[in-house]
């Protein structure tokens, strides 16, 4: 049986909107979608049937809403639900075992003020061993399409692009795999973005300074990163594929080549020291920052 795309709901805004995105997603992927809500239990010994029984009729409602929202949307979707009691970092990561990707609201305002990602979204990012993507409030379909010949909205026309943040002395192939199957997925071109920083004289040893200031240090990026991507186009033909190459610090370059793309996808290495909520810090400003949905891709 195929692993199902799960999005954890809450009933915030944000997480409704994270279901629907995860609706259009499982059609895109051909799987199911499960609505997954958890809830805790504290009652004091003497109404604790009282509490767990409204605990129970509010994770009812807030699957219901959920169900509403994204039958609204996605008629056709195969659903499933599943409530479950505990603390829900830890729920989450127990359901991100058997899924296929977890996608999680996150309490966007917009574009220039970022993220305000919470504590579940994430201590699950940092710690999901599945992609995780990460939806603002407010996220629709037609913010995944380029507008129409008007400037209006539009969900008729072609996909946004889907960003690739890559890093060419250390490519990963799960990320980059996630991306193109992403961009195939919606038919749309696959930018793929480097950055690169001159290394600080100060850094140097004896003998390296001309690696400062060298003139074609960015068209030897330029070719590692077309080396890094050959095979991905020969297996994705059907791709199209752009190479942008940048001299400018990481962070700055995904937010900016993100403004204006139906995803960004980012890698997440394992912890160097125990698991905890912790990101790299390319991926912690793209979860901040970024107005479209992030996906972060687990990798070793």
Not at 213 to 233: I, N, Y
């Amino acid at each position: 049986m195929q692993s199902p795309v799960v999005a954890g709901v809450d009933g915030s805004q944000e997480s409704l909107a994270a279901a629907e995105w995860a609706a259009r997603e499982a059609e895109r992927r051909g799987r199911n979608l499960r609505l997954f809500h958890a809830w805790n239990w504290h009652p004091r010994p003497s109404d604790g049937a009282r509490v767990d029984a409204a605990q129970r009729h509010l994770a009812r409602q807030v699957l219901n809403q959920a169900e509403d929202r994204v039958r609204a949307v996605c008629p056709g979707v195969r659903l499933e639900e599943e409530q479950v009691l505990g603390p829900a970092t830890t729920a989450l990561l127990r359901a991100s075992e058997h899924a296929d990707l977890l996608v999680l609201g996150s309490r966007g305002l917009s574009g220039f003020t970022g993220f305000l990602v919470g504590s579940v979204a994430l201590g699950t990012v940092a710690r999901a061993e599945c992609p995780v993507v990460l939806v603002r409030a407010g996220e629709e379909a037609s913010d995944e399409h380029l507008p129409a010949a008007d400037g209006s909205a539009s969900t008729d026309t072609g996909y946004r692009d889907v960003v690739l943040g890559l890093d060419v002395a250390v490519p990963c192939d799960e990320v980059i795999e996630f991306a193109f199957e992403e961009a195939r997925l919606r038919r749309s071109r696959l930018r793929a973005v480097y950055a690169w920083q001159e290394p600080s004289a100060l850094g140097l040893g004896p003998g390296e300074i001309s690696l400062v200031d060298d003139p074609g240090r960015a068209d030897e990026w330029q070719g590692f990163l077309s080396a890094v991507l050959q095979v991905w186009r020969d297996k994705y033909p059907d791709v199209e594929v752009v190479e942008t190459v940048v001299q400018e610090k990481p962070s700055t370059a995904l937010v900016r080549a993100a403004s204006q793309a139906s995803l960004l996808v980012v890698g997440r290495r394992p912890p160097g020291r125990p698991a905890g909520p912790r990101t790299g810090p390319v991926t912690h400003a793209a979860i901040h920052h970024v107005g479209c949905p992030v996906a972060v891709v687990f990798h070793d």
